[in-house]
């Protein structure tokens, strides 16, 4: 994308979605500023990829990762939903484990995504529950990223994960983060609070480490891992979160978190950013959403 280059086909001062107005703030700021990436680029960016990301967190609470300067300026994370969100917005408020209560968002629709863009959230996360059943996941989550500068362990360890699961007759899914690694994520049935669910991945990524423990670990020091690939299990926890399948990442090129086959992994071109907000709509010209109709390969874990 070339720096100036508007992708925004709206006017600067709002967008109308339906019955949804949304006054559009500093549409021209650099969020991208290496790439020329503007506000108003973000902003149709979510606004375009909505109808492939929205089933993927439909129903779940949402972290905001903002970057109201851009991915140059200072970041942070927002939880509790400000006063100033219209009311359309539709919300949860939860118990909190330390104590007292939490009001979150649940995105439902486009001008939900549109809204949070137009707030420099370039990154939402999600739980890995849904707002109904908040304290019982219907995911699995391993956060699988290298240790090196080599990709091709971590490949191997997303398939290790894949096999093992499926072994006990689940359906693994594999994606790029967008970052610097894989994702590995398991639908489950929201049978079980976290804390089982949570032992359960444990186990099974203990046995993973043992039978290759020259390459994966469990060692949550880094300067302990002498190299090896953390089989991170421990977002699998209430509370903890994940990127949003086809969410941007605040790094140079706007990469974007992007569902594979698994067969996608054997190609030697692959890196965790190899599709960004200027070619992921290629890809899903030529290819539908590899996640599509994940829920329907839920299945309940034998704890």
């Not at 290790?160 to 967008?178: C, H, N, S, Y």
């Not at 086959?261 to 959403?289: A, M, Q, V």
Request: hydrophobic share 35%.
């Amino acid at each position: 994308m070339k720096s100036g280059q508007r992708v925004i086909s709206v006017g600067d001062e709002n967008i109308t979605l339906g019955a949804y107005t949304i006054e559009v703030t500093h549409p021209d700021k650099m969020m991208y500023p290496e790439d020329g990436i503007a506000k108003r680029d973000v902003i149709e960016y979510y606004r375009r990829i909505s109808d492939v990301m929205l089933p993927h967190m439909k129903g779940r609470l949402v972290i905001m990762h903002r970057f109201p300067d851009g991915i140059d300026g200072k970041d942070f994370y927002h939880k509790e939903v400000p006063d100033y969100f219209p009311e359309w917005i539709k919300t949860r408020t939860i118990k909190l484990s330390e104590g007292g209560r939490q009001t979150l968002m649940v995105v439902e629709k486009t001008a939900d995504l549109v809204y949070l863009a137009n707030q420099a959230c370039l990154v939402p996360h999600i739980w890995l529950s849904t707002e109904n059943k908040v304290h019982h996941p219907n995911k699995i989550v391993f956060d699988l990223d290298p240790a090196g500068e080599g990709f091709d362990t971590v490949t191997m360890a997303a398939f290790m994960v894949r096999d093992i699961f499926a072994e006990e007759g689940l359906k693994p899914f594999v994606m790029t983060t967008g970052s610097a690694g894989l994702h590995v994520v398991i639908p489950i049935k929201p049978t079980h609070d976290f804390d089982k669910v949570r032992e359960y991945v444990r186990k099974r990524a203990q046995v993973l480490a043992d039978r290759e423990p020259q390459k994966l670990t469990l060692e949550t020091h880094k300067e302990k891992r002498r190299g090896r690939i953390f089989l991170d299990y421990l977002r699998n926890a209430c509370g903890q979160t994940s990127v949003v399948p086809y969410a941007l990442r605040a790094l140079r090129g706007a990469p974007v978190a992007t569902p594979l086959d698994w067969d996608e992994l054997h190609d030697s071109d692959l890196t965790p950013r190899s599709y960004t907000l200027s070619s992921i709509f290629r890809r899903l010209g030529n290819k539908e959403d590899p996640w599509k109709g994940m829920a329907r390969n839920a299945r309940t874990l034998n704890v």
